[in-house]
């Protein structure tokens, strides 16, 4: 669906996109991830012929930019990160006017699309409200509307949960999960949770280079992963504990954290190796009166890979 080679964006001296390929499939979810001013704002909007590149090439189906660039437009639906509404409209009094606009002239087939919208973006409660007066999170509905108004191949989305709260995040995630059932959707966001959760493949930029492209599975296999305990104690002295939970192995390192509540000892416990040490641990702290309030094992592969391609100097 989509082919980008050797992209390249400079902004006088600065080169924010720096030599970026990749190969984008029809129906496919891909996640931009990266931290903020790595370059994806400027991938996206390259891809949306807004920002012609300095160098490189992007095709999209049989059709390059610039040359093309009115077909691939039609083709694509985009959602920048601030939704560009008009405040001082009705919700629906807006997407009429964008509908016209994007040249849906018919009253049926208008009157026809707004239901599917609202449906699914939903949107029918909010229909006579100015836009002025909704949540940020409505806004964005809103705004996801107006993006897929012509029912484009292709969604564009940047950073479409940024500033949202966690039940708006999920409503957005959960809308995002249904349209790509049928389209091909690229979205950036610096939200690990929100990448893994939603897209099947994730390309991580750090300072406009491509540093990884794959899925999550193939991701997390690409680096060794520690495993990792939480442990939260009560009527234990931190010192004691520490002690003992560093007797158990020489593998396990023991880093104290911020207790759960404020009579508990609490530690973040990981090992170089593949062994789950939780029941050594119980086994080691049964022999003592502590009581164990939580004793948990986690994985932060996803978020070691992302710190490990793009810190200062990776």
């Known amino acids: 669906m989509i082919e980008v080679q050797n992209l390249t964006k400079n902004f006088k001296d600065f080169r924010a996109v720096n030599n970026i390929s990749m190969t984008i499939r029809k129906g496919e979810i891909l996640g931009l991830l990266g931290p903020n001013g790595a370059g994806k704002t400027t991938i996206l909007r390259m891809l949306t012929g807004y920002f ?26 985009y959602l920048p990160e601030s939704a560009p509404l008009y405040h001082n409209m009705l919700v629906y009094d807006y997407l009429e006017y964008i509908a016209k606009i994007k040249g849906i002239d018919d009253k049926e087939k208008r009157y026809d699309r707004f239901l599917q919208l609202s449906d699914l973006c939903g949107l029918s ?3 006579d409200k100015p836009i002025a007066t909704l949540s940020k999170g409505l806004k964005q509905r809103v705004g996801l509307a107006h993006a897929m108004m012509t029912d484009p191949e292709i969604l564009i989305l940047d950073e479409p949960t940024s500033g949202l709260d966690p039940n708006q995040i999920a409503e957005i995630r959960d809308i995002i999960k249904t349209i790509g059932k049928e389209k091909t959707i690229i979205f950036s966001t610096h939200i ?4 893994e959760a939603t897209c099947d493949r994730i390309a991580i930029i750090n300072k406009g280079r491509m540093v990884a492209d794959d899925t999550t599975a193939n991701l997390k296999q690409s680096i060794k992963q520690n495993s990792f305990i939480n442990l939260s104690l009560k009527g234990a002295l931190k010192e004691d504990a520490a002690s003992l939970l560093k007797s158990i192995h020489s593998n396990l390192d023991i880093k104290e954290v911020e ?3 404020k009579d508990l000892v609490s530690f973040e416990i990981t090992n170089s190796d593949d062994r789950d040490f939780r029941s ?25 890979i992302f710190r490990e391609l793009t810190r200062e100097g990776a």
């Open 52 to 77: 012609r590149p300095s160098s490189g090439t992007i095709k999209i189906k049989s059709f390059q930019m610039p040359k093309d660039a009115i077909r691939i437009k039609s083709l694509i639906g």
């Open 125 to 127: 409660s909010i229909m």
């Open 192 to 195: 690990l949770s929100e990448a």
């Open 259 to 261: 207790p759960l509540e």
């Open 280 to 304: 050594d641990i119980y086994l080691k702290i049964k022999e003592t009166d502590w009581i164990i309030i939580q004793l948990t094992k986690e994985s932060q592969a996803l978020e070691k």
